[in-house]
């Protein structure tokens, strides 16, 4: 019973490039959430999505940040023209439902911008 | 506006001890607490979590304590082992939003 993919583990991006991460949730769980953990911070939330719909993006940057979760395949999390600080590293969760109180997360990426 | 705050960003405490961790919140929305551990290099495991209708719950040798009329709720730890050495991180939500409310964590090292 697999737990939360994400891949790759590590990237790294020069500064005006792309970045996209990847998301699979577990078996089962239609819930996917994105966190951000800057270096000796917490964990922030970015966004909630559920299959084809964003839910709740109050945490998303204005600008170059994007999300998806499509019918087929994992969620992605795109961010275009990457700058130094979005250095860190990205961690994607899921639940079954929006009943679930918790979230289990994936193993993380970890973004450098040189 | 931190809504979930961990003072103590680091603690010691000797392997058989007990470990005692700290976590205020200001929301009084909050419905949910959550404890989750981190190792270096992976993501958050869940470990613990209580309902704002409790004020204790216990799992083995975790056990957490909630006091809703200080908004404050700790972790026990008891006895300390090595493998307990981490970063645990509080977290908090309201049930009517999706999202977890983390705080900055506190790296516990269990001494020999």
């Known amino acids: 019973n697999a737990g939360v993919m994400q891949n790759p583990r590590h990237l790294v991006r020069r500064r005006g490039q792309e970045a996209r991460l990847r998301c699979s949730p577990m078996?089962?769980?239609?819930?996917v959430y994105w966190y951000r953990q800057l270096p000796e911070e917490g964990l922030k939330f970015m966004v909630y999505?559920?299959?084809?719909?964003?839910?709740?993006e109050s945490g998303m940057p204005k600008e170059r940040f994007s999300a998806e979760f499509p019918k087929e395949g994992p969620s992605i999390l795109r961010i275009q023209q990457v700058v130094r600080g979005d250095s860190a590293a990205y961690f994607c969760?899921?639940?079954?439902?929006?009943?679930?109180?918790?979230?289990?997360f994936g193993p993380g990426t970890r973004l450098t911008v040189l | 506006d931190q809504q979930v705050k961990q003072n103590s960003p680091s603690l010691s405490v000797q392997e058989g001890r007990i470990s005692i961790l700290n976590c205020d919140y200001t929301?009084?929305?909050?419905?949910?607490f959550l404890w989750y551990k981190k190792y270096p290099a992976e993501g958050p495991t869940f470990l613990i979590s209580?309902?704002?209708?409790?004020d204790k719950n216990e799992d083995g040798r975790f056990t957490v304590f909630l006091n809703k009329s200080a908004k404050h709720l700790s972790l026990h730890i008891v006895p300390s082992q090595p493998g307990d050495s981490a970063v645990y991180f509080c977290?908090?939500?309201?049930?009517?939003?999706?999202?977890?409310?983390f705080g900055s964590g506190t790296r516990l090292s269990i001494r020999p």
């Open positions: 999505l559920q299959k084809e719909n964003i839910i709740d």
């Open positions: 929301n009084s929305m909050f419905d949910y």
């Open positions: 969760a899921s639940s079954p439902s929006t009943r679930s109180n918790e979230q289990f």
């Open positions: 078996k089962g769980h239609s819930h």
């Open positions: 977290a908090a939500r309201q049930s009517s939003a999706s999202k977890i409310i």
């Open positions: 209580i309902s704002s209708i409790k």
